[in-house]
């Protein structure tokens, strides 16, 4: 039996050190406008966040302008797909864990959130898009 309770103890521990650290990483992140939109279901024309960790990268997009796309955890834990227009812009050479910073035209779909015009709009008729990595700026101008 006082191995059972402490057992049982040590799981409750480690429970809350693990809430505790998710939560710093929720308080920590640059995304918040994002999280907004994402929680409200909103279309933003343009919203900007930081150190959101790529997740997945997913097989461009063929038909008709080349994207890119892959999908970030937010600070909240939620994920978004990101869509970059390789037609426009250098790729960007995003893998798995890396943390990108982007800015955009945020949509919720169907399929849940989506981030694009991550590009300089060539009309001018909408702050420039972007996409950064390791400190380098694509597409932003």
Same mark, same amino acid.
């Given at each position: 039996?006082?191995?059972?309770?402490?057992?049982?103890s040590?799981l409750?521990?480690?429970?809350? *050190?693990?809430?505790?650290? =998710? &939560?710093?990483?929720q &308080?920590?992140?640059?995304?918040?406008? *994002?999280?907004s &939109?994402?929680?409200?279901h /909103? /279309?933003?024309?343009?919203v900007?966040?930081? !150190?959101?960790?790529v997740i997945?990268?997913?097989?461009? !997009?063929?038909?008709?302008?080349?994207?890119?796309?892959?999908?970030?955890?937010?600070?909240?834990?939620?994920?978004?797909?990101?869509?970059?227009?390789? !037609?426009?812009?250098? /790729?960007? +050479?995003?893998q *798995?864990? !890396?943390?990108?910073?982007?800015?955009?035209?945020?949509?919720?779909?169907?399929?849940?959130? #989506?981030?694009?015009w #991550?590009?300089?709009? +060539?009309?001018?008729n /909408? +702050?420039?898009?972007?996409v950064?990595?390791?400190g380098?700026? =694509?597409?932003?101008?």
């Amino acid at each position: 039996m006082k191995l059972t309770t402490r057992l049982l103890s040590v799981l409750l521990s480690v429970a809350a *050190i693990s809430s505790h650290a =998710y &939560a710093y990483y929720q &308080a920590s992140g640059n995304d918040s406008a *994002i999280v907004s &939109a994402m929680e409200s279901h /909103r /279309r933003v024309d343009y919203v900007e966040g930081s !150190d959101m960790e790529v997740i997945q990268v997913l097989p461009d !997009d063929t038909n008709g302008n080349q994207h890119q796309k892959w999908v970030v955890r937010l600070s909240n834990g939620k994920t978004m797909q990101a869509v970059y227009n390789s !037609d426009m812009c250098p /790729r960007v +050479p995003v893998q *798995i864990g !890396d943390r990108v910073a982007m800015g955009g035209m945020f949509l919720w779909t169907n399929q849940g959130g #989506l981030l694009h015009w #991550l590009h300089h709009d +060539p009309r001018g008729n /909408r +702050p420039d898009g972007y996409v950064m990595l390791n400190g380098t700026y =694509y597409c932003k101008d």
